[in-house]
């Protein structure tokens, strides 16, 4: 199972990157390279039974110390 997600996700790159890279759209490739990570966590933590609050419960504290600044 975890090796057909790592074709998919392997799959995605391929598709998207080198064209994002081509259009030179580095900020857009950031944003992707950040959502394909939580991406790419939250299937490892399903198919491994990981919590997945633990990832999202730190970018929430972060987020809630931005929106107070």
């Not at 994002?20 to 299937?43: D, M, N, S």
């Not at 929430?60 to 931005?66: I, Q």
């Amino acid at each position: 199972m975890t090796g057909f997600l790592f074709a998919v996700y392997f799959l995605i790159i391929i598709i998207e990157v080198p064209g994002l890279i081509k259009r030179q759209l580095y900020k857009e490739l950031a944003v992707f390279t950040f959502l394909f990570t939580l991406g790419l966590y939250a299937g490892l933590a399903y198919i491994y039974n990981w919590p997945l609050t633990v990832i999202f419960d730190t970018i929430n504290s972060y987020l809630e110390r931005l929106s107070y600044d």
